[in-house]
């Protein structure tokens, strides 16, 4: 069946040190979304990235899709703390998407 | 605008006792979802809801759960009998159009602790 792996699990970096997260998958996605959850809070949806080889910004965040649609990454340049969270990559995959959040990838930024 | 809400946001109770989780989703959305979070599995979706309609239960875990959605606008994931291993935070989720390959908003979560 369909895998997707979001790396690593956990990154500790200082502030201002840029951070890059990352989901691949053993098969092509129709799409794929990227949320952030704060410590103690709820996902929230920041974007949805649907061409192949697609790039978004948001302020200080980078995310691209990959040529192939099977991988994508979230990178984050001068992490401040408010980035502190856990960044999830639910991903669709050919007719049917059944949701999959996973663990994510968890940032702690140092001050 | 009101997100989706979710109650109560902390329940206690002991093992055995029937759980009761109530969601209400955004108006004009029409999927709903319900995930279970722990750090051991992370994010699970349970249930996912399209017109009212149970379209995907695989995520449920055992008989003891159930879900239902009787309208558009309320929808409830009942645990009985609880066990302390569903001692978690449960999430209800809606987004709106067609399918579920739409972006969820989440509603803030019920913390269940079962003793």
């Known amino acids: 069946g369909q895998q997707v792996m979001q790396i690593p699990q956990y990154q500790h970096v200082q502030e201002g040190e840029d951070f890059t997260t990352y989901c691949n998958s053993s098969?092509?996605?129709?799409?794929i979304q990227w949320y952030k959850q704060r410590p103690g809070g709820h996902p929230v949806f920041l974007i949805q990235l649907v061409k192949s080889g697609e790039v978004k910004k948001q302020k200080r965040l980078t995310f691209q899709f990959g040529e192939a649609k099977k991988n994508s990454s979230l990178h984050i340049t001068a992490t401040q703390t408010t980035d502190v969270g856990t960044y999830f990559c639910p991903y669709a995959s050919g007719g049917s998407y059944i949701p999959t959040f996973g663990r994510g990838t968890s940032l702690i930024v140092h001050p | 605008d009101a997100g989706v809400i979710q109650s109560p946001r902390h329940e206690v109770t002991e093992m055995g006792q029937e759980v009761t989780l109530r969601c209400k989703p955004i108006s004009g959305h029409n999927s709903l979802f319900w995930y279970r979070q722990t750090m051991m599995r992370g994010l699970e979706l349970l249930i996912y809801f399209n017109n009212n309609v149970p379209i995907d239960d695989s995520g449920m875990p055992e008989d003891r759960f159930s879900a239902k959605m009787p309208n558009a606008s309320f929808s409830t994931l009942k645990i009985q009998p609880s066990e302390p291993r569903d001692s978690a935070v449960y999430f209800c989720a809606s987004s709106s159009g067609t399918g579920p390959n739409q972006p969820q908003h989440f509603g803030d979560g019920t913390r269940l602790s079962i003793l």
């Open positions: 098969t092509t996605l129709s799409n």
